[in-house]
């Protein structure tokens, strides 16, 4: 008699992560209780931790609410050694008789199944007995239960388990890995909050997508301090410290591995991929054929040459985790002789060997570390750069090793110990080149870095007197122009620009630098079909260390050029560029990128999406400022909760904006005043607003897309006082703001509903929706105003459709629309304030009003709304539309 007592079977519940991204396989496991289509069962096939079990256990929860009754198996190792080990849990006892044993087993398994039925459920199928393979197989095949089997692919599986479904008794349904938006969307819900977007890369290229993985790598990080909430947003920060049952978890998918495949393994965590015949230099060949057979290498095709990596990421990480710092060094050593002896092929082979070099006890080649680290540069590495830059300084690197460190220091946000350096690397110029490059360099640092332009330029204009060698004067008239750019001088910017771009041969990073200056100019003036032949031409001369790292300030000016303009769409596609460039770079380019990507989506009024990737940028400047780069998160994250009508938000954010001035992007000025006129607007101060919005445009008067950009939104205020500058504008700026701007302008003014109409049908089309949905909004008033309701009621439903598009804007336009009340602009705005809890005093103050007539125009409305009470207010003025971020 076999016998195997009464153990019940106790699996681990996955708490607090939910189940997200398998909605195909959930229908089929729902398909398969309900018995559609004569389905008896499924098959779940995966990689180990990819979540086959999950899938099993809702399948008997699932079972358990049908009323079924639900039985729970697990094959293992262990339990293989006898006959129906598997089903010692659940089977107290059967014959010594196998084939008797069988039907008793059924027998027991299907015992009290009521008229719903059972379901078996059979958790690593590959790991069964041959008894116990062969009674899922009868199950299967007959009708008295439904049965969800697991196994894992790439193991060895009982015949009687693959007959199951290569005779069509089960369907077999792979369980693939999580995609990576399924794997944000995870994080999000586990951690209870968004996720910064380079995190949710880290993450998903590092499990690969297996939620077991995931799970176990968050755990950890969280637990080392460096997975952490800052701001409202989940941020990874540093190297991975994988937790030792992550470790055990990847070691145990990788097995016991003899000490030769060791070898390979532990040579590609270090080295990452190696080409077969350097790596055949290391190891002999047995090994490396070990390593794939075992699939714990690929070996693939690359460029021609045969290139060996390891499958999974996650062994590198485990095995680096597990090895001894002196291995590591000798590993290194290794690893840079082979690659030394076949010679390195190309720049990303010599960063590899000297970042490898610097960690090892391998002696240091000066010439060598300098040409990595200007690699590392350009691929804007910046610690690497300065790491590789230190240590080449340290072996004679010289002058050129010195502004590695301090460029790369100041790029960083790290402006104060980049002055240090920067005073040394003076000292270090012997001739007019040198001295010109290391004034640009301590000029930026100070402009940017430190935020003292008057300082930057003091330095840059001593310069130009003391060095009288043209072409290192280049460099110097090229900062010039960026300078006078940002300072919203593009007269001056055109002028210095041209004395570079001009020459017949300029230096690349000041036929760079100069680009980024004219395009600034360019962009503020009005100009913006000309930026796309400068900016092109600045990115190809931006290939060196020293224009590397400014790639992404190059972008910003044409993306600013391309939003004053309205060339919206194309903005944005300039928004992806920056994301796919800083993809693979994490730090400051990534951060520049989320900054760059919000940017573009506030232009096309996506509310939501600019908000989150504002704040991932500003979570990330708020520790590396590199120049300014808070002050533009801010200012365009105050913009986007006030258009979103989150007053209180907008203003925080506003303060914040204010004591992170940078004084030396005075070209944005008017997009600070446009904040103030936001944030006035959604507070519901609106005549406020539009003075605000006269006031931007005053001081554009020099920069007309600025001007241009100023009166639009004044107009989307209702102010109806714009229409003849903006048409002279419209002759004067490129681009479809202008022309739709005065447009507007004047079917305002004419209170022309059916050209409001048509101009915001053609704001919709050029990608402005947010000025669309004001359009219609304002459409919709003027048709009300003129008796006509059917199309006031399509205007106002077409305004409130495109809000919804622009992720809930709630601009003044939009709620007026959606809430219509027969009153006066002005009658509104006072009940806006006083709903907000103003005093009449508070309001009079705010508006420059008297109180006797903030006190009049309460009257007046509540004797036409039959309003008594200053509580019925914020009711009055409620809405059915998306509600504030």
């Given at each position: 008699m076999l016998w195997f007592g009464s153990a019940s079977h106790n699996y681990e519940v996955v708490g607090g992560w939910p189940l997200i991204g398998r909605s195909e396989e959930l229908q089929v496991i729902d398909a398969v209780l309900g018995r559609e289509n004569g389905l008896r069962g499924v098959v779940l096939a995966g990689a180990a931790g990819v979540g086959k079990t999950r899938l099993a256990r809702e399948a008997l929860e699932g079972a358990r609410r049908r009323g079924m009754t639900g039985r729970w198996v697990t094959g293992s190792v262990s339990a293989r050694t006898l006959p129906l080990g598997a089903f010692a849990a659940v089977l107290p006892w059967v014959g010594s008789d196998p084939m008797r044993a069988l039907g008793q087993a059924a027998d027991a398994l299907l015992a009290g199944a009521g008229q719903a039925g059972a379901l078996v459920v059979v958790d690593d199928g590959h790991l069964l007995d041959e008894v116990s393979a062969t009674l899922v197989h009868q199950l299967a095949a007959g009708t008295a239960a439904t049965v969800v089997v697991t196994v894992r692919t790439g193991e060895p599986v009982p015949d009687a388990v693959t007959a199951v479904w290569k005779d069509a008794h089960l369907d077999r349904l792979e369980v693939v890995p999580l995609s990576q938006p399924q794997t944000a969307e995870l994080l999000e819900a586990?951690?209870?909050?968004?996720?910064?977007?380079?995190?949710?890369?880290?993450?998903?290229?590092?499990?690969?997508?297996?939620?077991?993985?995931?799970?176990?790598?968050?755990?950890?990080?969280?637990?080392?301090?460096?997975?952490?909430?800052?701001?409202?947003?989940?941020?990874?920060?540093?190297?991975?410290?994988?937790?030792?049952?992550?470790?055990?978890?990847?070691?145990?998918?990788?097995?016991r591995l003899p000490e030769p495949v060791r070898d390979v393994v532990d040579l590609l965590a270090f080295a990452g991929d190696l080409e077969v015949d350097v790596l055949g230099r290391l190891?002999?060949?047995?090994?490396?054929?070990?390593?794939?057979?075992?699939?714990?290498?690929?070996?693939?095709?690359?460029?021609?040459?045969?290139?060996?990596?390891?499958?999974?990421?996650?062994?590198?990480?485990?095995?680096?985790?597990?090895?001894?710092?002196?291995?590591?060094?000798?590993?290194?050593?290794?690893?840079?002789?082979?690659?030394?002896?076949?010679?390195?092929?190309?720049?990303?082979?010599?960063?590899?060997?000297?970042?490898?070099?610097?960690?090892?006890d391998f002696a240091v080649e000066p010439g060598l570390l300098m040409r990595a680290a200007n690699r590392a540069a350009q691929l804007l590495d910046l610690p690497l750069a300065i790491r590789l830059g230190r240590v080449a300084f340290a072996h004679g690197g010289g002058f050129a090793a010195k502004a590695i460190v301090a460029q790369g220091l100041s790029m960083q946000g790290r402006g104060a110990e980049a002055e240090v350096e920067l005073r040394l690397l003076s000292g270090l110029a012997d001739t007019d080149a040198l001295r010109a490059w290391a004034a640009a360099v301590r000029a930026g640092n100070l402009f940017f870095t430190l935020n003292h332009p008057t300082h930057a330029e003091q330095v840059l204009g001593e310069a130009m007197t003391a060095i009288s060698d043209q072409p290192a004067r280049e460099i110097l008239w090229a900062l010039h122009a960026v300078f006078e750019g940002l300072l919203a001088r593009p007269g001056e910017a055109a002028r210095a620009a041209g004395v570079v771009l001009d020459a017949p041969r300029p230096q690349p990073n000041a036929e760079f630098l100069a680009s980024w200056g004219l395009v600034a100019a360019l962009g503020v003036t009005g100009r913006a079909d000309n930026v796309g032949p400068v900016a092109a031409r600045g990115f190809r001369a931006g290939v060196s260390f020293d224009t590397a790292v400014l790639w992404f300030n190059l972008a910003e000016a044409e993306l600013m050029a391309l939003r004053l303009a309205g060339?919206?769409?194309?903005?944005?596609?300039?928004?992806?560029?920056?994301?796919?460039?800083?993809?693979?770079?994490?730090?400051?380019?990534?951060?520049?990128?989320?900054?760059?990507?919000?940017?573009?989506?506030?232009?096309?009024?996506?509310?939501?999406?600019?908000?989150?990737?504002?704040?991932?940028?500003?979570?990330?400047?708020?520790?590396?400022?590199?120049?300014?780069?808070?002050?533009?998160g801010l200012l365009w994250l105050t913009q986007a909760w006030a258009m979103a009508g989150n007053a209180d938000a907008a203003a925080q954010t506003l303060e914040r904006l204010a004591a992170n001035h940078h004084t030396g992007f005075r070209y944005r000025e008017t997009d600070v005043i446009l904040a103030r006129a936001w944030v006035a607007a959604a507070q519901g101060a609106l005549s406020q607003a539009i003075a605000l919005t006269r006031e931007a445009a005053a001081a554009a008067a020099h920069l007309p897309a600025c001007e241009v950009l100023a009166l639009q939104t004044a107009v989307r205020f209702g102010d109806r006082t714009t229409a003849g500058r903006l048409a002279v504008l419209a002759a004067e700026v490129d681009g479809p703001r202008a022309q739709l701007a005065a447009a507007h302008a004047a079917a305002l003014a004419a209170d022309d509903g059916h050209a409001l109409r048509a101009v915001s049908t053609r704001l919709e089309q050029t990608g402005d929706w947010m000025a669309a949905a004001d359009a219609a909004a304002q459409a919709a008033a003027a048709h009300a105003r003129a008796k006509k309701a059917d199309l006031a009621r399509m205007d106002g439903g077409r305004a409130h459709l495109l809000a919804h598009r622009c992720q809930g804007a709630r601009t003044p336009a939009i709620l007026s629309a959606a809430r219509p009340l027969p009153i006066t602009t002005r009658e509104r705005e006072i009940i806006t304030l006083a709903s907000r809890g103003l005093t009449n005093r508070d309001i009079a103050r705010r508006l420059g009003l008297s109180v006797r007539t903030v006190e009049g125009h309460l009257y007046r409305v509540g004797a036409k709304l039959g309003i008594t009470r200053r509580a019925d207010l914020a009711d009055l003025l409620s809405d059915d539309g998306p509600q504030p971020l």
């Open positions: 586990a951690l209870g909050g968004p996720v910064d977007t380079a995190a949710v890369a880290r993450m998903w290229r590092l499990s690969r997508g297996n939620p077991l993985y995931l799970r176990e790598l968050v755990a950890g990080e969280r637990a080392a301090g460096q997975l952490a909430q800052r701001d409202g947003l989940w941020r990874w920060a540093g190297e991975p410290a994988l937790s030792a049952k992550l470790v055990e978890l990847v070691e145990a998918r990788m097995g190891v002999d060949a047995a090994a490396l054929e070990g390593a794939e057979t075992s699939a714990l290498i690929t070996v693939d095709t690359d460029r021609g040459q045969l290139s060996a990596s390891l499958t999974h990421p996650l062994y590198g990480e485990a095995r680096r985790a597990r090895t001894g710092a002196f291995r590591a060094r000798q590993l290194r050593r290794r690893i840079v002789g082979a690659l030394l002896e076949t010679g390195p092929r190309g720049a990303d082979d010599e960063l590899r060997c000297a970042a490898l070099m610097v960690d090892s060339y919206l769409p194309q903005a944005e596609a300039l928004a992806a560029r920056c994301r796919q460039q800083a993809a693979d770079i994490p730090g400051v380019p990534q951060l520049m990128a989320a900054a760059l990507t919000g940017h573009a989506e506030l232009a096309r009024g996506r509310l939501r999406d600019a908000v989150r990737w504002m704040r991932e940028a500003l979570t990330g400047f708020t520790a590396i400022d590199p120049g300014g780069r808070v002050f533009d």
